[in-house]
C-alpha cells in the first residue's frame, strides 16, 4: 500500500495493515495532542484548549487516557504568582472555574471585544455535545451542571441591534466597519443543540 511503502521508504512506523495505521495515529498523534495539551504545548482562548483535548480524548478511545484527559477538562489551574499571562503554567481545564466565574450572565466571557467574548460559548458547545454523546464518560454534563452556560445560546441578543446587527466594539472585527457581524454568533447548529438540550423559548427565537 502507498501508506507502507513510504513507511519504507522514510524509516517510518509500520503501516501494513489497518491494525498499525491505526496505532500509529493513536501513539504518534491523538496521544501526542493530549500531552501537548498537558504541557501547553497546545493552547489557545478559553474553551479553544478545552475542546481541542475533547476531540483528541474521545477520537482516542482508550481506556486508562480519555477518562484521564476528560477528567483534565475539570481540574482547576494552578497558576504561577509571578505575571505576565503567559508565564502561568495551568495543570487543567478549569471548566468549573469558566463556567462560574470567567461567563458572566448573559454568557459571555471578561473579554473586552464581543468576538472574543463570544469564542468560549462557542466552543464549548461542541464540548458539551460531545461528552454527551461519548458513552464511555458520564461525570460531567456541561448542560445539566452549569445553569450559566444556558445563557451562551442568547448571548447574542444581549447586544444585538434592531434584531439583526451587532456592533463592533473592541478588537473585534474592522473599526468602522459598515456591515458588521451576523445577527447570531453561534450557528444554526449550534442552536439546534442548545434548543435540544434546554427546549428553551429564547434559544429557538435565536
Known amino acids: 500500500t502507498f501508506s507502507s511503502d513510504m513507511a519504507g521508504r522514510y524509516h517510518g512506523a509500520d503501516k501494513s495493515s489497518t491494525s498499525a495505521i491505526i496505532a500509529h495515529i493513536e501513539r504518534n498523534l491523538l496521544s501526542e495532542f493530549i ?22 480524548a474521545i477520537a482516542l478511545d ?11 477538562l475539570f ?13 502561568q503554567s495551568p495543570v487543567g481545564g478549569a471548566v468549573p472555574y469558566i463556567m462560574t466565574e470567567q461567563l458572566g450572565r448573559e454568557g459571555l466571557s471578561d473579554e473586552a471585544a464581543f468576538g472574543y467574548a463570544s469564542i468560549p460559548a462557542r466552543q464549548f458547545v461542541g464540548v458539551a455535545d460531545l ?9 460531567h454534563d ?46 444554526l447548529d449550534q442552536l439546534v443543540s442548545g434548543f435540544i438540550a434546554y427546549e428553551s423559548e429564547a434559544i429557538a427565537r435565536e
Open 35 to 56: 500531552k501537548s495539551v498537558r504541557d501547553r504545548q497546545i493552547w489557545g482562548n478559553a474553551g479553544m484548549t478545552q475542546a481541542a483535548m475533547t476531540i483528541a
Open 62 to 72: 482508550d481506556d486508562t487516557q480519555t477518562p484521564a484527559a476528560l477528567d483534565w
Open 75 to 87: 481540574e482547576p489551574n494552578n497558576p504561577k504568582p509571578a505575571p505576565p499571562l503567559w508565564d
Open 131 to 139: 461528552l454527551r454523546q461519548y458513552p464511555r464518560y458520564d461525570k
Open 142 to 187: 456541561l448542560y445539566r451542571d452549569y445553569p450559566k452556560f444556558r445563557n451562551a445560546f442568547t448571548l447574542s441578543s444581549a447586544a444585538r441591534v434592531a434584531g439583526a446587527y451587532i456592533p463592533n466594539w473592541g478588537d473585534s472585527n474592522k473599526c468602522g466597519n459598515s456591515v458588521g457581524s451576523t445577527a447570531s454568533a453561534l450557528s
